[in-house]
């Protein structure tokens, strides 16, 4: 699908994320305030006007340059610095903390593009240096300091977007993808209007769900400017990585970009007005769970365990990180409670244990919002991409899907 190369993790960032920069950067005294922390070392004869305009130069086509992760300016990051000229030669420092190194070979490629596009410059050095220590980032830092290790800049809301509720588990292989597509098609047949994203990036399966595999959703505008269509189906609007990719295409990314594409599916999409935006993340307690955390208030996360105590286990952990984050914990929600046979519909099969839900709930002070079974209805609904709770509105699981719709406005204002 050529569309993922449009609409992808560009290596400059993306300017949408930049909105919240400090103006004051943009003043008429900014190049004296560059030529104070970048001083020129100049070999040449050049007169001292020419050399302060050779290094404005240079600074110019350096301040393009983005931390892919944050969409920050390298030269504000402090990632390049000592820039000098030196007759037909510029030179600088760069100088990228642990978590960045795997972007070192893109800004030196960019960098070198960049000067020695400038008239006179013939060459480019790079020095290694150490990096700056890390500081919390000034009011007014973008979107995106998340993941980096610095403080929490402010969270921003989704334009039309009135809340956003996470479906987070500690683990994979709990039904937490099916939790969150039925979820949304349960919201949205109780009449509210629903988007999904699907931030497990490793394992987009939500187009496969909602039966849209095969389409590619629209992108407007270019560059940094462009903006992504959702995809509709089953009553919601629904963008996902899988939309993005081949089928069978891996997503091979460190931290940074994930970070990134979450972002982008947040605030370069066209959500129009939604009642709620479900967001799926993916499994455990990493990038894209502080990344989300961070960038958007959202009106709470609810936790998919299983029954058995290695579930739970891990869903603990989960859920004590949005805790220190912050972030409201609606419930938690036990999956494949008890297994219903298709012949044997009055018959309960606990497979995976009993009262893990319950017991995490109790223990965490939190509610148990819903036990959902396990019935042949979800695996066909999910495989067919209709899920069961419009595809068997008559089964168990749809009536419990529809319960615990009904019960999140509770959750949210208790």
């Not at 007005?273 to 967001?279: A, K, N, S, T, Y």
Request: glycine share 10%; with cysteine.
């Amino acid at each position: 699908m050529g569309v993922a190369h449009t609409f992808s993790v560009r290596p400059s960032g993306t300017q949408v994320f930049e909105r919240v920069r400090d103006r004051q950067r943009q003043s008429a005294g900014i190049q004296t305030a560059r030529a104070d922390a970048f001083r020129i070392r100049s070999t040449s004869d050049r007169s001292m006007a020419s050399a302060d305009q050779a290094l404005t130069q240079a600074l110019a086509a350096l301040e393009p340059l983005k931390d892919a992760g944050t969409g920050r300016g390298l030269l504000e990051l402090q990632w390049i610095q000592q820039v000098r000229v030196q007759n037909n030669r510029v030179v600088f420092q760069l100088a990228l903390p642990g978590y960045a190194s795997s972007q070192r070979d893109r800004i030196a490629a960019d960098a070198r593009g960049a000067l020695l596009q400038l008239s006179g410059i013939e060459d480019v050095q790079i020095e290694l240096a150490q990096a700056p220590a890390q500081s919390a980032p000034q009011s007014g830092a973008p979107i995106g300091a998340a993941g980096h290790g610095a403080g929490a800049p402010e969270r921003q809301p989704i334009p039309g977007v009135k809340q956003v509720i996470a479906i987070s588990s500690g683990k994979g292989g709990v039904g937490k993808s099916t939790v969150a597509v039925n979820l949304a098609c349960a919201l949205a047949a109780s009449g509210l209007k629903v988007g999904l994203l699907d931030a497990d990036i490793y394992g987009p399966n939500a187009p496969t769900m909602l039966g849209v595999a095969d389409q590619t959703p629209q992108v407007r505008g270019s560059g940094n400017a462009q903006v992504l269509t959702p995809i509709e189906s089953c009553g919601i609007a629904m963008v996902s990585m899988g939309l993005l990719i081949d089928a069978d295409q891996p997503v091979i990314w460190r931290g940074p970009m994930l970070n990134g594409i979450i972002r982008q599916f947040l605030y370069q999409v066209e959500w129009g007005e939604r009642d709620v935006l479900v967001v799926d993340l993916p499994p455990g307690t990493g990038d894209a769970q502080l990344s989300l955390a961070q960038a958007v208030p959202m009106a709470g996360v609810v936790i998919v365990t299983t029954p058995q105590t290695v579930s739970l286990q891990d869903a603990r952990r989960g859920l004590a990180m949005f805790q220190q984050l912050d972030v409201p914990v609606l419930g938690v929600v036990e999956n494949m409670t008890a297994f219903i046979p298709p012949d044997a519909p009055e018959k309960r099969y606990e497979l995976f244990g009993r009262g893990g839900g319950e017991q995490l709930a109790r223990e965490t002070g939190v509610p148990l919002l819903a036990q959902l079974p396990m019935e042949l209805a979800v695996v066909q609904g999910g495989d067919a991409g209709r899920p069961a709770v419009l595809s068997a509105p008559e089964s168990a699981t749809a009536a419990a899907f529809q319960a615990l719709a009904a019960r999140l406005p509770a959750a949210l204002t208790r």
